[in-house]
């Protein structure tokens, strides 16, 4: 509910105070007085595009300010708590909740909730849960299919409301399985050629098995092979040299031989030589040796150094065609492992379809049945709901009128089930119903609309509703039932309406009046809550134009009698409801 609405800067407001409270809250005044700035202002509140064309002539700037009392325990309780927004206590359970928006010249506008600067788009957020706000546009709005959709949803009850939350959810899960598994599908080609180059890949990469450091190591063991013809060279003419008979007994060897053989011939003529010809055998044994060494090493070097260096060619030769296309050894090992991962997740994307497949034919089937328990129940509130808003259409001047609330079944499903919902209006018997936008003129929208709060009130309240001149194209008895319904609507909710007619002024709990001043300006001192000779003073001026005429104001005070208003000069009066039948 709304306690308190501040104005400044706003259309021909200057300054002002607009003090609200419970019930039926009633403004009028004459034309241009300003009564719908304060359903503008109140637009802005509640998120509406900020522009700079609302500002007061030679006015900087424009604000809103209202304070809400809301439960303590609530989704905007809890929305203001996520924003690090404040709340005044208010006893019983409530809350106080103070919302402003500003507009400047150059058109920014400026919000905030709970004392914490918000974007608009919270301040709309908000509103939702707050507030219902009627105007030329909202009837507008009430012929969309959209619109009409959540009237009919709203007036369902909860238990509809749960299983059209739950088929959204729903809903939500299979598009999302159904878009994975479109683009799965889309995809398989592709994920089959990266597979299939992976595979190669990694099949290369398993082959050659490289190591890290390995094309260093591979390096340094050609680099000595490639130096094995030297030493082969060398080994070989060192053992030529010790032992080699195309030398005629003039290697090593064979001298050694020589020598030994020349002391033998003479070894008994002086022991002295003995020790000698000991020495030379046995240096010439040792030369034997050392010549088949070399000669071993040599015949080494001959047998596997050429096949050796040409497997470690053709080692690096693999080896460096893998640094070239991966950048290093340690790359291509990396890619090996990573390319594994991705090739098993790659190979198990068939299962995933699979199963993906099976999925979303499931929650399809899930979908398309509840989706047939929506529809059985729109169908069942359809019937109620076009007979209860008929009988409300019948007390507001439209006898004949009635509302028909159409459900056809749709083969698509979508996110809110599988049916179309039409408003349809049939103005008289034997005429064809039709659409909204094309059956029913400005008057004949304001009374659907207002019928339908009415009777949607009953399973769906909201706060506070706000109606901007809802009795356009309404007079005579029909505008005194357009009050009698505005004022059982004002029972559970705050109501508060701009008005021309006195017929609606009558019903109201607070009537007030704004006036503008002596130079064209509406300041506090502009809006009055009216009582006693005020008020009938004010309802003659809406019923004739003339405030002081004596039949005018004897009218008003029929008016006010019928309607059931307190404090009608004259005598107490009876509770309105006595003439609501």
């Given at each position: ?36 700035m ?5 637009g802005?509140l ?22 809400w ?38 058109g920014?506008?400026r ?6 600067s ?35 949803d ?23 399985e ?13 994920r089959?050629?990266e597979?299939?180059a ?13 190591r ?31 032992s080699?008979?195309?030398m ?16 033998e ?35 080494g070097?001959?047998?596997d ?9 053709q080692?690096r ?10 950048g290093?050894?340690?790359a291509?090992?990396?890619h090996?492992s ?13 299962s995933?379809?699979?199963?993906l ?27 109620r ?46 005429s ?46 029909a ?8 004022a ?12 021309h ?6 019903f ?31 309802m ?16 008003a005070?029929?008016l006010?009698?019928r ?13 309105w ?5």
């Amino acid at each position: 509910m709304i306690e308190e609405l501040r104005l400044s800067g706003l259309g021909v407001i200057d300054e002002a105070v607009l003090p609200l409270g419970p019930g039926l809250t009633v403004l009028t005044g004459e034309t241009g007085a300003g009564k719908t700035m304060v359903v503008t202002a109140l637009g802005l509140l509640l998120g509406a595009r900020a522009d700079s064309g609302v500002l007061r002539a030679g006015a900087d700037q424009a604000s809103v300010e209202a304070r809400w009392l809301i439960p303590q325990a609530g989704p905007v309780a809890a929305r203001i708590d996520e924003v690090g927004g404040a709340l005044d206590a208010a006893g019983h359970g409530a809350a106080s909740l103070v919302l402003s928006r500003s507009v400047s010249a150059d058109g920014r506008s400026r919000a905030s909730a709970g004392g914490r600067s918000v974007p608009a788009g919270l301040l709309a957020e908000l509103g939702e849960h707050l507030v219902v706000l009627h105007g030329q546009s909202e009837q507008l709005r009430l012929k969309s299919p959209a619109a009409q959709r959540h009237l009919l949803d709203a007036y369902a009850g909860p238990d509809h409301q749960a299983a059209l939350a739950a088929y959204r959810d729903a809903y939500q899960q299979w598009r999302a399985e159904a878009e994975e598994l479109q683009r799965l599908q889309a995809e398989l080609a592709e994920r089959a050629r990266e597979a299939e180059a992976l595979r190669l890949d990694i099949d290369e990469l398993e082959r050659i098995n490289p190591r890290v450091g390995e094309d260093i190591e591979i390096a340094a063991q050609i680099e000595t092979l490639s130096r094995r013809e030297d030493l082969r060279l060398a080994a070989s003419t060192a053992h030529s040299a010790l032992s080699d008979e195309s030398m005629d007994g003039r290697d090593a060897t064979g001298l050694l031989d020589a020598a030994r053989r020349q002391l033998e011939r003479v070894a008994g003529v002086d022991p002295a030589l003995e020790p000698i010809l000991e020495q030379l055998a046995a240096l010439s044994y040792q030369a034997a040796e050392l010549a088949a060494s070399l000669g071993g090493y040599v015949a080494g070097l001959d047998s596997d150094a050429a096949v050796e260096l040409e497997e470690l060619q053709q080692r690096r030769a693999e080896l460096t065609q893998l640094e070239r296309r991966y950048g290093s050894l340690e790359a291509a090992l990396k890619h090996m492992s990573t390319g594994s991962a991705r090739l098993f997740e790659l190979d198990g994307d068939t299962s995933r379809i699979d199963a993906l497949t099976a999925s979303v034919t499931a929650r399809y089937d899930d979908l398309r049945s509840r989706a047939r328990a929506l529809l059985t129940t729109r169908r069942e509130a359809a019937d109620r709901l076009a007979e209860a808003v008929t009988a409300e259409l019948a007390a507001l001047a439209m006898p004949n009128a009635r509302l028909h609330v159409v459900v056809t079944e749709e083969t698509e499903i979508g996110p809110d089930g599988a049916d179309q919902i039409a408003l349809l209006l049939q103005p008289h018997p034997g005429s064809e119903p039709r659409p909204l936008g094309k059956g029913a003129s400005g008057g004949e929208l304001s009374r659907l609309m207002l019928a339908l709060e009415v009777v949607i009130a009953e399973t769906d309240p909201v706060p506070t509703f706000i109606f901007d001149e809802v009795d356009a194209g309404v007079g005579g008895a029909a505008a005194i039932e357009v009050g009698r319904r505005l004022a059982r609507l004002a029972r559970t909710a705050q109501v508060i309406v701009v008005t021309h007619l006195a017929q609606v002024a009558a019903f109201a709990d607070n009537h007030v009046t704004v006036v503008k001043d002596g130079s064209g300006a509406v300041s506090t001192s502009s809006l009055r809550s009216l009582q006693g000779e005020e008020r009938v003073a004010e309802m003659a001026r809406l019923l004739s134009g003339l405030a002081e005429s004596d039949s005018a104001q004897e009218h008003a005070r029929e008016l006010l009698y019928r309607a059931g208003a307190s404090g009608v000069p004259g005598g107490p009066a009876p509770s309105w409801e006595q003439h609501s039948a």
